[in-house]
């Protein structure tokens, strides 16, 4: 994967008040800076995702020039009215936006969110002209009884059902292994998740023009195991989360990058 744009991003979760995204912002900015980096190092793409509330104070404090991409962690596929409590594509875009997370496994485990929900979000959001972040992987027992990669397919196949193919190059996959994720996931092995990456770029390919989606991992990724999951051949970049939360970690995750 050396030579191609390493994607590095966080999503902040339900994390950070204003104070604390604009502590992070202000660390991050400065540390790049100061690594005689005004933008992030060569070839890497930094991303972060804040909670809505946040969203346009990150674009205001990054400005113009940002080296991050900023985005949404979800947003609504409907259109602006009757949807009390939610923030529409066209308004997250507005906010700043330009990545739209959909299909976290946190969503769909309490927020109710289907393969068919994920996939009117993914075509709303490529309407509003937002990246869709699509995240995919398997359950506990669904690893534990093999079935992975069927699992995790039928996920990709659902996410890309209604991207044309010249809209392929647009959309982020990023295999995140549910019992990887979060504060009592288990640190993968490289070994164990390279053949679902594998089978999520395969999946992605047939775009128009050679245009393909991107593939990121994501699920206890930290500063001592982002090199190894970088090796692997089918994976464009890693998702973050507890790991990127304080800047100094997501630094020292776009150096390893
Ligand atoms: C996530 O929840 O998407 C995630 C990658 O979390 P963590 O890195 O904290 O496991």
């Known amino acids: 994967m050396r030579g191609r744009t390493v994607w590095v991003g966080t999503s902040w979760k339900m994390t ?44 205001d404090l990054l400005g113009p020039a940002s080296p991050l991409l900023l985005g949404a962690q979800n947003a609504h596929q409907g259109p602006e009215g009757a949807g009390t409590g939610e923030v529409s594509m066209r308004m997250v875009a507005d906010a700043g936006a330009e990545l739209v997370e959909l299909g976290h496994s946190e969503r769909r485990a309490s927020f109710g969110e289907t393969d068919a929900t994920v996939a009117l979000k993914v075509r709303a959001a ?30 990709v196949a659902a996410a890309l059902a209604p991207v044309r193919p010249e809209e392929r190059g647009r959309v982020l996959l990023a295999y995140e292994p549910v019992w990887a994720i979060g504060e009592h996931g288990r640190r993968p092995e490289t070994a164990e998740v390279a053949p679902v990456l594998a089978e999520v770029a395969r999946l992605g390919g047939g775009g128009s023009d050679g245009e393909r989606p991107l593939v990121l991992y994501g699920g206890s990724v930290d500063q001592g195991n982002a090199a190894a999951l970088l090796e692997d051949p089918s994976t464009d970049g890693l998702f973050v989360g507890r790991a990127a939360w304080e800047p100094e970690g997501f630094l020292g995750l776009l150096a390893i990058a």
Request: proline fraction near 8%.
């Open 16 to 59: 950070k008040t204003l104070g604390e995204a604009r502590a992070w912002v202000d660390t991050v900015v400065t540390g790049l800076t100061a690594s005689a980096r005004a933008a992030a190092p060569a070839g890497v793409q930094p991303f972060v995702l804040p909670a809505h509330t946040a969203l346009a104070s990150v674009r």
């Open 126 to 155: 490529l309407d509003a002209g937002l990246r869709p972040l699509v995240c995919v992987g398997e359950p506990g027992p669904v690893r534990d009884a093999g079935e992975e990669i069927g699992f995790v397919a039928a996920q």
